[in-house]
């Protein structure tokens, strides 16, 4: 690496961030076990480690809102009309590159969608709800747990 990982993270916000784009793969990979506290999946593509990378690094230096301050902005974004989903809208797919907090029980944990599952931990799952029961220890619909849907089955867009 062009420096150690410590001066590396001590630079700005915006230093970090743009020297993302300049990194190899091998210097990726050492921001990415220093961020995430462990390897990352063995297919992952240089662009989604430093979109992973950088969300990390964003949150990290400026902070994140937790899972129920989100879901109340969101709510609130409703209510005013600002934003319409309906049930079957494309915004509540989880697609490639889709990151999604969830706090529970005071940890706060986040998921990064791939082509080829879940990223959680630097671990690949196959479905959101995988990663549910590992983080529960029980049987969750992963789109529930997630927010991505309510216990009527009605996408969580779609309440009133």
């Known amino acids: 690496m062009r420096n150690t990982n410590e001066n590396h993270w001590s630079r700005t916000i915006e230093v970090q961030l743009d020297s993302l784009p300049n990194l190899s793969r091998s210097e990726l990979l050492k921001l990415w076990r220093h961020s995430y506290g462990s390897d990352p999946p063995e297919k992952i593509s240089d662009l989604l480690m430093r979109q ?21 902005l969101k709510g609130l974004l409703e209510e005013s009309g600002a934003i319409r989903c309906s049930p079957h809208s494309p915004s509540k797919r989880v697609t490639n590159g889709t990151v999604l907090v969830r706090e529970w029980h005071g940890v706060t944990h986040q998921v990064t969608a791939t082509e080829k599952g879940v990223l959680y931990r630097g671990k690949l799952f196959r479905s959101l709800s995988e990663v549910a029961r590992e983080i529960t220890g029980r049987r969750w619909s992963g789109p529930l747990f997630f927010g991505l849907r309510t216990a009527s089955g009605d996408s969580a867009s779609g309440r009133k």
Do not use: M
Not at 52 to 72: D, E, M, P, Y
């Open 52 to 72: 992973a990378i950088a969300h990390r690094l964003q949150v990290k230096h400026l902070g994140g809102l937790n899972f129920s301050t989100r879901r109340a």
